[in-house]
């Protein structure tokens, strides 16, 4: 593998001092990475000997320490506004989401050293800015240990997958459960990079590649955007890893099968780093190098890729930017969003891949069946690559979504994430479209702190309703228009009605007491003909229905005024200018 590190790097900085940047990856004989207070140190060198190079320390994590950002700025600016007239392109990498996959808290080390030292390699920053995450999830590199990473092959020791809560991060983007994440916001935001990457290691079956990449989804990211990634970028960086001779493939999604007849591209919901920052335009990857590689592989591999798209960004940046801005243009008069998505596999790309192959033999512990993969036996193949999502709900958006101010987590993650709101400065009724939530299903067990709702069904209706003085309007004319209609729409795919922030309206909070509630359900069924021909419609569609008096007296109640407005009642409505 040809490659630019070198053991004993000591050379005279640009401000004149000797000093070894030598990484502890590197004078480990590549089998070690830095601990949180290492990494930093090492940072903290660099700034300390280069201008080009700076740290600032942003908001907390739930591990009580603060998330850092190394900078690094050929010209040595790092004002975001004067960076931005000067034309020049972001790149955002965040490491250690998972401490224990610490292959890009070791590349970037290297990554930065060589684009500070070597000429060649510094001529990629004439028009990008570098900002790197060094450590994430601070809380699981503190919890250190030589275990947890069952199958892996290296470092030494590692930190630990969840937080200092025990959250995983890249589940925790849109839902903002940790500090960490919410610190993250801010940062994404201050910086509006052009691209963001996200650096992680993973084995869901095996195969010769180092690594392989999370892509885009080129119909998220919007038409022009998205097949630029699809038609440009992304053939130029397999190119550009060819050219190291390190091979990569697209990321090989393929859990409960084999990859040998292909697979369909990771769906990166905005749960994920990768499709949070698709909401915002930004062109989002997660790099997968894989763990049974030597770990020095797979961190050459990591630098590569890294440092390839720094390469890339800087030769193609004003493009980025163009179709950045047009896609955003494009975003704010967008009428149809789609919020769900699902895999057409009418539709396949075919790669060329390699693998090794697998065959079902066995087990020496159970006696049952059991995955091998021959590595004696490789091949090569033409697979379908199944990465065309299609959507599955589309919404029309309205003028102004309205959120009652009671509902202020909601309203705070709008303002965390750059949403442009007003408030109501008067009592006033309006004639709003209301979803009911009509089903929905709930797992026994939770996932990352939630009990998640699946198959939400919804209907709609125009009402009458009074809001008060303070409550929230969100116009859907902005930038941030996905973001806000992926949220607040409940049938979306990571919405917030989904992650549990509206579960006190799937409660009834009053009730009746049946001794007395039946001698006015008789009354209420007499004057009222609607309600009366219901219920016998229902006696006559349901006979376990027409044998059930708690039933028929609960659905009278449900019919009737006294039957709460809250209940199933979507908190969050839909506004329309006439």
């Not at 590569?304 to 193609?316: A, P, Q, Y």
Request: glycine share 6%; with cysteine; hydrophobic share 35%.
């Amino acid at each position: 593998m040809r490659t630019a590190i070198i053991m004993n790097f000591v050379l005279i900085s640009f401000t004149g001092f000797a000093q070894n940047y030598t990484t502890k990856f590197e004078s480990s004989g590549y089998q070690e990475t830095v601990t949180y207070q290492e990494g930093l140190a090492y940072y903290k060198q660099l700034a300390a000997d280069f201008k080009e190079v700076k740290i600032f320390e942003k908001g907390p994590t739930d591990s009580g320490h603060p998330l850092h950002v190394v900078m690094v700025s050929k010209e040595k600016d790092f004002d975001l506004s004067s960076i931005r007239k000067k034309g020049m392109t972001i790149l955002m990498i965040n490491n250690g989401i998972h401490p224990g996959e610490s292959d890009g808290i070791d590349a970037c080390q290297m990554m930065v050293r060589d684009l500070l030292l070597d000429k060649n390699k510094n001529a990629f920053l004439n028009n990008v800015v570098v900002a790197i995450v060094p450590f994430y999830n601070i809380g699981g590199a503190l919890n250190r240990n030589s275990t947890s990473r069952v199958n892996q092959n290296g470092p030494v020791s590692y930190g630990f997958r969840g937080n200092a809560r025990n959250f995983d991060l890249n589940r925790d983007f849109i839902k903002n459960d940790t500090k960490n994440s919410v610190s993250f916001a801010r940062i994404f935001h201050e910086l509006d990079p052009e691209v963001f990457i996200d650096t992680h290691v993973s084995n869901g079956a095996d195969y010769p590649y180092v690594i392989t990449i999370v892509e885009p989804q080129k119909d998220k990211l919007g038409e022009e955007l998205g097949g630029f990634v699809d038609g440009e970028m992304m053939p130029k960086m397999f190119q550009h890893m060819m050219n190291v001779d390190v091979k990569m493939t697209p990321y090989v999604n393929a859990w409960g099968a084999t990859p040998d007849k292909g697979w369909p591209q990771f769906f990166d919901g905005p749960r994920y780093s990768s499709g949070y920052a698709a909401l915002f335009q930004t062109i989002g990857f997660m790099s997968e190098t894989h763990m049974l590689k030597p770990y020095k592989n797979r961190v050459e591999a990591t630098y590569h890729f890294l440092l390839g798209t720094t390469r890339f960004m800087n030769m193609e940046g004003n493009k980025i930017m163009k179709l950045k801005k047009a896609a955003r243009s494009k975003v704010k008069t967008q009428k149809e969003f789609p919020i769900s998505w699902k895999l057409d596999r009418s539709v396949s790309t075919t790669i060329e891949f390699e693998g090794y192959t697998p065959e079902m033999v066995p087990s020496a512990l159970s006696g049952d069946q059991r995955l091998k993969y021959h590595r004696d036996q490789p091949f090569k193949k033409s697979v379908p690559y199944y990465n065309k999502y299609v959507p599955d709900v589309t919404v029309t958006k309205p003028d102004f979504y309205i959120i009652p101010q009671g509902w202020h987590r909601v309203i705070e993650k709008m303002k965390l994430n750059g949403v442009e709101m007003e408030r109501l400065t008067e009592d006033k009724t309006m004639e709003v479209e209301a979803y009911h939530i009509e089903d929905y299903n709930s797992p026994k067990s939770p996932y990352e702190g939630h009990y998640f709702h699946s198959k939400v069904e919804v209907s709609k209706k125009t009402i009458l309703w009074k809001f008060r003085k303070g409550d929230v309007l969100v116009p859907v004319n902005q930038i941030n228009n996905r973001y806000i209609v992926e949220t607040l729409e409940p049938q979306a795919y990571d919405s917030f009605f989904r992650w549990n922030y509206f579960d006190s309206i799937l409660q009834m909070k009053e009730h009746y007491s049946s001794y007395v509630f039946e001698d006015l359900a008789v009354e209420i069924v007499k004057e009222n003909a609607d309600i009366r021909e219901a219920l016998e419609k229902k006696r006559q569609e349901d006979p376990d229905f027409a044998q059930d008096g708690r039933a028929q007296l609960d659905f009278v109640y449900k019919k009737s005024d006294h039957y709460e407005k809250a209940h199933l009642l979507y908190p969050v409505f839909r506004f329309n200018k006439k």
